[in-house]
């Protein structure tokens, strides 16, 4: 059985990330498909602040990006959870677990004063993610974005997101 490791980025992984992210969304309700540009955009706008790779047995599995976000309070260093990516065939195996636990300690470690993430509650829970309804991300039901302070400070106010969530292609 192959150990599954998770690792910082490398120039070397890009291809195997965009393959892995599109694949991972290839048939997810709720996707829009265009999770595999909003990592090139991201990269590309050195706003990939956190950026984390599973590999098994040689082989990129998974992903997950962690980058800034402005909040309409004016609060700093907040930050976004999104997209996480695991190969369709490994799925289910605590892979996308592992790549959130990783990057929340990372930014833990940076110092930061918390994370966003627009998903399912019952599973971005589990990491500590609550609905706040003072922190919103407009056009979303309210109950899918979710709030993970790393101090005492929680901000309060309209999330936006990097431009590069806009990217099509």
Not at 1 to 12: C, G, L, V, Y
Not at 88 to 110: C, F, M, N, V, W
Request: proline share 7%; charged share 15%.
């Amino acid at each position: 059985m192959n150990k599954t490791s998770i690792r910082s980025e490398q120039p070397a992984d890009t291809e195997a990330i965009t393959r892995v992210t599109e694949l991972a969304f290839q048939s997810a309700p709720h996707s829009s498909q265009t999770e595999h540009f909003i990592v090139l955009a991201l990269r590309r706008a050195g706003a990939l602040s956190v950026s984390l790779v599973a590999e098994k047995g040689g082989q990129v599995v998974g992903h997950a990006a962690f980058s800034p976000v402005q909040i309409s309070d004016g609060s700093p260093d907040w930050y976004g959870l999104g997209p996480v990516s695991v190969l369709p065939e490994h799925q289910h195996q605590g892979i996308g677990r592992a790549l959130i636990h990783e990057g929340l300690a990372a930014l833990r470690a940076l110092g930061v004063a918390g994370c966003v993430v627009l998903g399912e509650p019952g599973y971005y829970g589990r990491f500590g993610f609550k609905h706040r309804p003072d922190c919103v991300l407009e056009g979303v039901p309210p109950e899918y974005f979710q709030v993970l302070a790393f101090g005492p400070h929680v901000a309060a106010g309209r999330v936006s997101y990097h431009e590069a969530f806009n990217a099509k292609g």
